[in-house]
């Protein structure tokens, strides 16, 4: 269905649909921000932060509403949408307090008469193009920083997300957000391109599919428009040794299995030792056949929930079967519940065979890929053999034998000891297909600016 809906993934129900917005309507908006941008370029980064930390202080105050409204939306457990909440109130408090230090000026070193600045000025109007796995987290990862450097936002969310895309707009002007400086824009694929075209857009962001990022970073390629890409990943997490094989299979079950597994930097290829391996795949089969189907407010650790959409499950289901009739062996799940909910039932899959086609796409769900190796050189070798680079980590009881593994990682997030290292001051992005440009931390408001020489002679 090609239409802004709020599509139920445990019934496939379709409880309220929403109208594209007219050509006349995405015109007039992004007319509307570029006009915004030059009286909110002008107004004190004080007094935006002032605006940015209200609009923290309502991510927090209703974070239940809007947990509420994505459980519907995409299905995502109750308790994992409150914390997504208050991580976006997390966000932009910290840019609130850290932005004006991102912004001074910066003095550099100059051997003639005079003193050298680079400002960092804004860009003006942003197209912000969002995914639905993470419908407000997403949002504040883009918006915060953006906010702060006074650029203005049109902001197209998935279609499957216009429920919370409202929710965060009503949130901006309760905060006192401008007029033009935050629009949701209900855009189709078509309009997406003419906006990027739009000589006031000045830089695009998205998070979605290699696919995606592909197409729109062709568009802006032809319009000299700067992008930033989040496009997935297939994420390598690495067991070296445990002192503890079922404990450290529940761990990595528990992180593969957040948000239903829909999370870009997921844990999508787990790779184990030979001497613990097949301990570990035992206690993941467990763990798996454990689980029973339940609605976003049941959600624990034996009660999975629906994938976000029933085309999402059906992909993946797709793929399971594909892996299979490579010669891989699929333990336990991998289908579907019934004909039209998004229910997948959680699998534990092994013996892909490295360098087949399944074995380089990613598994969007609750898909455990195990591979065994017998040396740290073949763990280094898989997991760098990938045309992604996200994320990806290391687990030892050595550190230091973790952290020579984990240097030698191709990604743009690697972490020892810790499946990742996160928080609003921590930088998120990668290499390779998994796009490029940063998000999060004093990189992400490093971006979509203009960092402007400026020298004043003696």
Same mark, same amino acid.
């Given at each position: 269905?090609? +239409?802004?809906?709020?599509?139920?993934?445990?019934?496939?129900?379709?409880?309220?649909?929403?109208?594209?917005?007219?050509?006349?309507?995405? !015109?007039?908006?992004?007319?509307?921000?570029?006009?915004?941008?030059?009286?909110?370029?002008?107004?004190?980064?004080?007094?935006?932060? !002032?605006?940015?930390?209200?609009?923290?202080?309502?991510?927090?105050?209703?974070? @239940?509403? &809007?947990?509420?409204?994505?459980?519907?939306?995409?299905?995502?457990?109750?308790?994992?949408?409150?914390?997504?909440?208050?991580?976006?109130?997390? *966000?932009?408090?910290?840019?609130?307090?850290?932005?004006?230090?991102?912004?001074?000026?910066?003095?550099?070193?100059?051997?003639?008469?005079?003193?050298?600045?680079?400002?960092?000025?804004?860009?003006?109007?942003?197209?912000?193009?969002?995914?639905?796995?993470?419908?407000?987290?997403?949002?504040?990862?883009?918006?915060?920083?953006?906010?702060? &450097?006074?650029?203005?936002?049109?902001?197209?969310?998935?279609?499957?997300?216009?429920?919370?895309?409202?929710?965060?707009?009503?949130?901006?002007?309760?905060?006192?957000?401008?007029?033009?400086?935050?629009?949701?824009?209900?855009?189709?694929?078509?309009?997406?391109?003419?906006?990027?075209?739009?000589?006031?857009?000045?830089?695009?962001?998205?998070?979605?599919?290699?696919?995606?990022?592909?197409?729109?970073?062709?568009?802006?390629?032809?319009?000299?428009? !700067?992008?930033?890409?989040?496009?997935?990943?297939? @994420?390598?997490? *690495?067991?070296?040794?445990?002192?503890?094989?079922?404990?450290?299979?529940?761990?990595?079950?528990?992180?593969?299995?957040?948000?239903?597994?829909?999370?870009?930097?997921?844990?999508?290829?787990?790779?184990?030792?030979?001497?613990?391996?097949?301990?570990?795949?035992?206690?993941?089969?467990?763990?798996?056949?454990?689980?029973?189907?339940?609605?976003?407010?049941?959600?624990?650790?034996?009660?999975?929930?629906?994938?976000?959409?029933?085309?999402?499950?059906?992909?993946?289901?797709?793929?399971?079967?594909?892996?299979?009739?490579?010669?891989?062996?699929?333990? +336990?799940?991998?289908?579907? &519940?019934?004909?039209?909910?998004?229910?997948?039932?959680?699998?534990?899959?092994?013996?892909?065979?490295?360098?087949?086609?399944?074995?380089?796409?990613?598994?969007?769900?609750?898909?455990?890929?195990?591979?065994?190796?017998?040396?740290?050189?073949?763990?280094?070798?898989?997991?760098?053999?990938?045309?992604?680079?996200?994320?990806?980590?290391?687990?030892?009881? @050595?550190?230091?034998?973790?952290?020579?593994?984990?240097?030698?990682?191709?990604?743009?997030?690697?972490?020892?000891?810790?499946?990742?290292?996160?928080?609003?001051?921590?930088?998120?992005?990668?290499?390779?297909?998994?796009?490029?440009?940063?998000? &999060?931390?004093?990189?992400?408001?490093?971006?979509?600016?203009?960092?402007?020489?400026?020298?004043?002679?003696?």
């Amino acid at each position: 269905m090609k +239409t802004y809906r709020v599509e139920n993934p445990t019934t496939g129900e379709v409880a309220e649909t929403f109208d594209f917005a007219s050509d006349a309507d995405i !015109k007039v908006a992004a007319e509307t921000a570029d006009k915004a941008f030059t009286t909110w370029r002008d107004t004190p980064i004080e007094d935006r932060a !002032k605006i940015v930390t209200r609009v923290a202080e309502l991510f927090e105050e209703r974070k @239940d509403r &809007l947990a509420k409204i994505i459980s519907l939306e995409m299905g995502k457990p109750l308790a994992e949408g409150v914390e997504e909440a208050e991580f976006c109130a997390a *966000i932009f408090n910290y840019y609130a307090d850290h932005g004006p230090k991102f912004a001074a000026d910066e003095e550099i070193p100059v051997e003639m008469d005079g003193k050298a600045y680079i400002q960092r000025r804004p860009v003006g109007v942003l197209l912000g193009i969002m995914p639905w796995n993470f419908p407000y987290y997403q949002v504040a990862r883009f918006a915060a920083p953006n906010l702060m &450097l006074s650029n203005t936002i049109l902001l197209k969310h998935a279609e499957i997300c216009p429920r919370s895309a409202l929710a965060i707009q009503d949130i901006m002007k309760e905060a006192g957000v401008p007029e033009g400086v935050y629009k949701n824009i209900f855009a189709t694929h078509d309009q997406i391109a003419d906006l990027i075209a739009h000589p006031a857009v000045r830089g695009v962001s998205l998070t979605g599919s290699e696919r995606a990022g592909s197409a729109i970073a062709a568009i802006a390629g032809e319009n000299l428009k !700067k992008v930033v890409l989040e496009l997935g990943g297939s @994420d390598p997490y *690495i067991i070296l040794d445990t002192a503890d094989v079922k404990q450290a299979a529940k761990d990595a079950w528990a992180t593969r299995m957040y948000n239903t597994g829909q999370a870009c930097n997921s844990n999508k290829r787990i790779i184990v030792m030979e001497d613990i391996y097949d301990e570990f795949v035992d206690e993941l089969v467990r763990l798996a056949e454990a689980m029973k189907p339940g609605k976003p407010a049941e959600a624990s650790e034996t009660v999975f929930t629906p994938l976000s959409s029933r085309s999402a499950a059906e992909n993946l289901k797709a793929q399971m079967d594909k892996a299979v009739e490579a010669g891989a062996n699929l333990h +336990t799940g991998g289908t579907l &519940l019934d004909d039209s909910s998004s229910y997948f039932a959680p699998a534990v899959i092994t013996d892909i065979p490295v360098g087949s086609e399944i074995y380089y796409e990613e598994f969007f769900g609750p898909v455990a890929t195990v591979f065994k190796v017998s040396s740290d050189e073949e763990a280094v070798e898989l997991a760098n053999n990938s045309q992604y680079g996200l994320g990806g980590c290391v687990f030892s009881e @050595d550190v230091a034998r973790a952290g020579k593994v984990g240097q030698q990682l191709e990604v743009g997030m690697a972490n020892v000891n810790t499946y990742a290292a996160e928080g609003a001051e921590v930088p998120f992005g990668g290499v390779k297909n998994s796009g490029y440009g940063r998000e &999060l931390g004093p990189y992400g408001m490093d971006e979509f600016v203009n960092k402007r020489m400026y020298f004043v002679a003696d």
